[in-house]
């Protein structure tokens, strides 16, 4: 089984929708980051979390809200969807100390029309 | 934080050695270089990282400049799976990871 899974892979959806994105591990981890990447980008830091009472905002937070439901549980919401919101988000998890590596998720194709 | 710059994109042949460069002449004293890669159609993975010494593991060879300012991953023999853009990071000390663009390796057959 995968250490980080995310929910769902492939969303379509509309404007002005709410939509929330899943992210699962099993790896034991406190820190766990949402990013988003655009074609031809570099990741994008949305939010990260270093714990469950520890939320805090990344690069691009606007239009994005996160919930740390568990240690192994971080999920990402779009309020309401707009178009420019349409990227591959990504999940990861990392242990404490700055050498730990990061592990991503599979990722989430969203695309908002 | 400090900032790395990589070329765009290189190109190699298959089973031939590769060079990945990355200048960091902002680098502090206590700053990791980390490298990872993101296959097409994947989340990125870690490959190695370093503080001074060359290292080394079963993916690729890290080459740290004396000074620090500059580091190069190195793949000893490119294979078709290691067509990728390869990412070199200096995760600070907050340990947000801030990727840039990185290198679009092209390997062909």
């Known amino acids: 089984d995968a250490d980080v899974t995310q929910t769902p892979r492939n969303r379509i959806t509309k404007t002005g929708k709410r939509i929330m994105l899943e992210c699962s591990q099993t790896?034991?981890?406190?820190?766990m980051y949402w990013y988003r990447q655009d074609p031809g980008l570099g990741l994008r830091l949305i939010y990260y979390?270093?714990?469950?009472?520890?939320?805090n905002k990344g690069e691009i937070s606007d239009g994005y809200s996160v919930s740390r439901q568990a240690q192994a549980k971080f999920s990402l919401s779009l309020e309401s969807a707009i178009p420019n919101q349409t990227a591959l988000y990504f999940c990861?998890?990392?242990?404490?100390?700055?050498?730990?590596?990061?592990?991503f998720g599979p990722g989430t194709r969203l695309t908002v029309l | 934080d400090a900032k790395t710059t990589q070329p765009n994109s290189m190109e190699s042949n298959e089973e031939e050695p590769v060079h990945l460069p990355c200048n960091h002449s902002?680098?502090?004293?206590?700053?990791?270089i980390h490298w990872y890669r993101q296959l097409p159609s994947q989340g990125p993975e870690y490959v190695i990282h370093?503080?001074?010494s060359n290292v080394n593991n079963r993916m690729a060879s890290l080459a740290i400049a004396e000074d620090r300012k500059s580091s190069t991953l190195i793949l000893h023999r490119a294979t078709l799976r290691d067509a990728a853009v390869y990412y070199c990071?200096?995760?600070?000390?907050?340990?947000?990871?801030?990727f840039g663009t990185g290198t679009r390796l092209q390997v062909f057959p």
């Open positions: 990861a998890t990392k242990g404490t100390g700055r050498l730990g590596e990061q592990f």
């Open positions: 790896k034991g981890h406190d820190r």
């Open positions: 979390s270093f714990d469950v009472k520890d939320i």
């Open positions: 902002t680098i502090s004293g206590t700053d990791y």
């Open positions: 370093g503080l001074t």
């Open positions: 990071i200096l995760p600070p000390i907050t340990d947000k990871l801030i």
